[in-house]
């Protein structure tokens, strides 16, 4: 590679979606995509669990608030959970999640929920290049990006104040639990 | 239940019979039809041919009335115009370029499709919506023995076997059956029945009409029963070139809806059974009365 | 933020796998990349990291620079985690101080730009990374084993396995959904290509069976219900009642010439409907378990399957002494335990009714493969000659190839079989009717010891082979010659033109399909099945008879298509692979179980989700508590727990957050170093 | 040895807070005897100049209840962290963004429109709002501006330790007092609070059977509540699972369910998302149809998970509002 005389132009935006599969059926699948040969786009990134019941919401917020355009949760299809029905629990989570999201102000597409059985390589592609076709249309979420505008009108006012001692808020701080426990006395 | 209504040219023209006997009998049910304002050629026959996009255009101005009219479903029941709409239907979804075409010239009128209307054939709502049920109640001159070969042609249900299997339809044959009539077995129910080749080749053609009518006759039947007109036109007005070349092979060809009309004693007059070259001249029996 | 503790050393490995990964991901690149991350001591790019000298390299990188953590960026975990656990665990580190990354599957394979694969890897690197810093040593735990073995279908591929574990000195139940076993061997006449006599080489397998101290032959039963897990399994098999008692029948059939009906009256499974049977019978001659059943839809003991008690019950006068017949015998379940389980459930011929065209059911001389198979075979109803449902001899005979197979109609998969099948009856029907014999073939498929041999040899015999898919088959004559026969169109795609072809009999190929309830069998064990129903192996070529579930394994058509020849090779496959697993005495459980912290409140949210019943409430503590040995590490009460108090070894909460923000933090530019070199 | 001065101050709060320390009743003057009370807005009259005039750091510690969501709130937060060796978020609203969090579900134009224009009891014609800066009788008076996000304490500063709840118990005031006074401190950012979740307190939790499935949820102003038993077990949503001990178990006790002021354990990262979890997961149903009538029993999920929380929580607030 010969590097370019003029430093290149950004590449377009692409989405990013972080993905959660359940070993057994959709990571599976998407093993069988890959030694299928099918391709698909590259703004995908896979986190292993063992089951969809193992999708934490926070794990979805906590994706979403870091930087990614969308979620994708994969489990096997219903009454074929590897653990009976963990499948079920992350369904039964889901509706209600949705729900919260949209009064949150994100649109359902971003978050989704699919079943593919480790037989469904095609559906891999297909989902993955679906959502990031729905994705790139709907933009990007950013919400790093949105964490830092809103916290401009604090480093704004320390500016007009010229407090030099005011701290500099953190652009995506958020609150961190304590890590110790106090029992008072 | 209420159907946009497609007539298409035929049904106007030399199919009228068909219309003559559609309407009378989907009343009869309770089915209404209403005729689609300022319907066009649907596209079919030669436009499809030469220009399969302008053919698609054709169809979708009608698809996109159907809408405008508010109706969700539209009825067409030249086995042609139901082919070619389907299949507009079908690029409109599938093909994103034809989708783009499609759009440009509807909205040149200020038109639009969204592509929802379904296109149905007389043949399916009668039998899967109506039901064979409702349509037995309605029989009060069961055609007890009549000899029926049932005749699909090949546009109903192919290449969309929307409702019957491509390669042995046999929806027209269980109404026909609950018609009271005897159904006999026609292995030629979806041959060609020369289509246009009766007009451009007519030794090709008419041969194949010959093929259709005598295997019908070798078989039993005293009818063929269609649910298109340009099949219906091709069985029933080459006899004469058939037996020339062929000899003498007099086989009827009546619409279904003919049948029906018959079955439900409808009037014989709306049923448009003497436009046929060959009319079929059996008649139900008329039912004894019972005595006290 | 995590912040890394100084002590943290990982060291990152990224295998080329020769191109597989190399040619689409910039390896040296991303392994550039991931050393200047913070915890990283350092980072490699190998050939082949899965080879010994792949996983030496690791093993003498942790003793040199005293790495406490390895991560390796290859292909899935699920193909090689364990290999480079036990590798990590050689070179003297807990084994679960390792991560993988999986950039082939995941990225090299299904990705078409170089650039993006490899920004993609450098990405799912810096998360393991992150990840791999949380990481914490777990104790391998190991569970015993029983030593028993279910074999589920009594077809050739379970006969042959069932007789490999016996024979090893393992206890086998052979389960069988008929009143026999035997499978569709049992009814093929002769074998393609060798022709030996299918009876011959399959009945004293069968008599083995029954008669081997090692195996518990249940036939006329279903598995109702697995529980447990590998190693461990329970269960329970519905025995249902033949009306005959199995111990007391000695298979002499006296009964069945004393059937108040002198003569066979009802359609004969065996004989797939061609031949009749009695109400009481024995399935055929060389039936295993040698005991008759009675059917009781048509028994005249029984009115629709219930006991009226009407007949004169002449079979029990003729069975005397012996006392076996028991019209009151009830469905039994039956409960065991085994240590590993082989499916061999077989297929299903496809329903030739689904392809109208062919006139199966209107035309009485059309018959499927089955049928024909019956009607060669010297045992068969008509004692191999070939005498027409209509009573004619037929002097003419088509062969329909791929019916119900290479169809996107139907099924779109080659059954393999039918080929060969064709041939070897296209051979048969002619040595036993002299008729001309005509194949219509797609391709004609034959690749086999002694196959396409066997094609040539048909060639040499005579036989017609026309190439070209049937359009259909009608009785609708053209010429007088077509007359009462029945006519083959098709288009002869050699010769360039449309024919007719009047036969007197045809044959349908059929082709071979998952058992209708095979998706009911499949959760039943907890497989995969494909899209087309056929049940999934592990991996296509390196576990071909295991199952997504540790102990269960597969063999014969009910993972796909296959001859005899292939389905005795798996089925041995399948046995040596579950004595594997039950001589090593143990299995490894992966340690990935949920644990209650000690900050549990006790609120019993948990209690209800769990499908093991591995947490119980202890009453004292007022805290739930998991039971390790039954949690299977689903993690689904990790993520329900309101508090946070339940952790998963392996996949704890700040171990997934981690990678995470590990796969979020700034998509990385390429190395500038490495991108600046031509 | 001069007394450690000591303040008190409030941001957007409703005022309970300040009645925790008045409901320390006679403690209270033990206290005051200890300490040198620099800053009590609500009990004393100080001035900013007053506030100034300290040296940094001079304040030995400070309790500042309520959310930051005005200009003046966040350069008093921030003029009172230099001044103050510690700095305690006091009660929900310091702590988590508290009820005035639940203004992250609307942009600021949409809640002044609707407090000056829209709102029943408006009657304002001309539409006047206030103004950061007017011209009135050759004056210049400037007023606080509305942030558009509600924060929590320490998204605006550096914040030593959080005393939970909607208001703070007495006892745990005291208890934190006490620590401060002595210099026996826990680590720095730490919830002076148990770190158990309420159920471990409350009187409910034996009743509660262990396969409660949920097959609807009701809501407790429509039913008569059983004050004995748990209430997840009648089908009311309570967040007792998901929140901090400490409380003294006085919702349930007035048989009235946690609703979660007390904010999450150490070990959550997200108060709502995780009843969430626990409340779906328990829902009975197999099918989106079966199970969807159930969740409608939980109207308002934002509202009900995260009363106290929003502000804290992952996403902090609607997402989509557009900066005006």
Redesign the interface.
Known sequence: MNAPAQPPAAPPWTPRIVAFFCNWCTYTAADLAGVSRLKYAPNVRVIRLMCSGRVDPQFILEALRRGADGVLIGGCHPGDCHYVEGNYKMLRRFGLLQRMLADLGIPPARVRLEWISAAEGERVKAVINDMTRQLQALGPLDLPGKFADWDAEIADLAATLQTESAKEPEATHTWEPPKVLVQPQ | MKFAYFPGCSLKGLGRAYEESLLPVMRHLGLELEELDDWNCCGATAYMAVDEAKACVLAARNLALAERSGRDQLLAPCAACYLVLNKTKHYFHDYPAMKATIDRALAAVDLAYAGDTAVRHPLDVLVNDVGLDAIRQKVVRPLRGLKVATYYGCQLVRPYATFD?P??PVTMDRLVEALGATVV?Y??KTKCCGGSLTGTVPEAGIRMVY?LLN?ARKRGADCLATVCPLCQFNLDAYHAQVRSEYGDVIVPTVYFTQLMGLAFGLPEKQLGLHRAAVPLRWRPPVPEVAHA | MVSLKPEIRIGFYVCHCGHNIASMVDCADVAAYVGQLPGVVLARDYKYMCSDPGQELIQKDIAEFGLNRVVVASCSPLLHEHTFRAAVAAGGLNPFLFHMVNIREHASWVHTDRAAATAKAKVLARAAIRRAALARELPQRQIPINPGVLVVGGGIAGIHAALTLAEAGKHVWLIEREASIGGHMAKFDKTFPTLDCAACILTPKMSAVGAHPNITLWSHSDVVQVDGYVGNYTVKVRRRPRYVNEELCTGCQECIGNCIYKEPKFPDEFNEGLGKRKPIHIPFPQATPQVVLIDPQVCLNFKRGVLTDRCKKTCVEACGDRKAIDFTQKEETKEIQVGAIIVATGFKPFDVRR???YGYG?YPNVYTALEVERLVNASGPTAGEIVLRDGRRPSAIAIIHCVGSRDKKTNRWCSRVCCMYSMKLAHLLKEHSGAELYNFYIDIRAPGKGYEEFYDKLNEEGVHFIRGRVG?V???A?IPEEEGKLVIRVEDTLAGVVRRIPVDMVVLATGLEPHADAQAVRRLFNMSCGTEGFFLERHPKLAPVSTFTDGVYIAGCCQGPRDIPDTVAQAGAAAAEALALIDRGHILQEPNTAHVLADCSGCKSCLPLCPYTAIGFDEATHQAVINEALCKGCGTCVAACPSGSIGQHLFEDDEVFSEIEGLLTADPEPTPALAATP | MPRPKVAFYWCASCGGCEETVVDLAEDILGVVAQVDIVLWPVALDFKYHHLEALADGEIAVTFLNGAIRSTEQESMAQLLRRKSQLLVAYGACAHLGGIPGLANQFGREDILRSNYETAPTVVNEGKTRPQAVTEINGYRPHLPEQHQVVRTLDQVVDVDYFLPGCPPTPELTKAAVAAILSGNLPPKGSVLAPDTALCEACPRRATKPADVKFTEFRRPHRHLLDPQQCFLAQGVVCLGPATRSGCGVQCPGGNMPCTGCFGPTSRVRDQGAKILSSLGANVAGRTAEEIEPTLRGIPDPVGTFYRYALPASLLRRRVDIPHA
């Open positions: 299997d390669y042995n077995r292995p030629l093929i295997e | 392809v109208p065209q209107t259909e009608t009785d609708w053209m």
